[in-house]
Nanobody
Framework: EVRVVESGGGLVQAGGSLRLSCASS????????IGWFRQAPGKEREAVSC????????YYADSVKGRFTISRDNAKNTVYLQMNSLKPEDTAVYYC?????????????????WGQGTQVTVSS
């Protein structure tokens, strides 16, 4: 059974930090790129960051570049998203996802497995 489980969301003041974790099982983790998406109320789900399967290279959306850092621990089948200098516009449900695509898949349709999401709320 495939499982993708996010954790670490919560309420934080603007300028604060959160660290999201994504624990996975049921598939060969090393073979998958892992992405973080977010979806705010009334908006489409958008790619925030992803980390490739081959060389762990990261991709960041322009809106989070310089503030968020993605990393993966293949031994633990876990990916982390360190979010610093949070802004109210970062408020959304954050989803972790896994893709067999090489490189940097950044569209929803490229992903095979999804978690249930974790809420991140940044107050001003």
């Amino acid at each position: 059974e495939v499982r993708v489980v996010e954790s670490g969301g919560g309420l934080v003041q603007a300028g604060g930090s959160l660290r999201l974790s994504c624990a996975s099982s049921g598939f060969t983790f090393d073979d998958y790129a892992i992405g973080w998406f977010r979806q705010a109320p009334g908006k489409e789900r958008e790619a925030v960051s992803c980390i490739s399967t081959r060389d762990n290279s990261p991709y960041y959306a322009d809106s989070v570049k310089g503030r968020f850092t993605i990393s993966r621990d293949n031994a633990k089948n876990t990916v982390y998203l360190q979010m610093n200098s949070l802004k109210p516009e970062d408020t959304a449900v954050y989803y972790c996802s896994a893709s067999r695509k090489l490189g940097f898949p950044i569209t929803v349709s490229e992903y095979d497995y999804w978690g249930q999401g974790t809420q991140v709320t940044v107050s001003s």
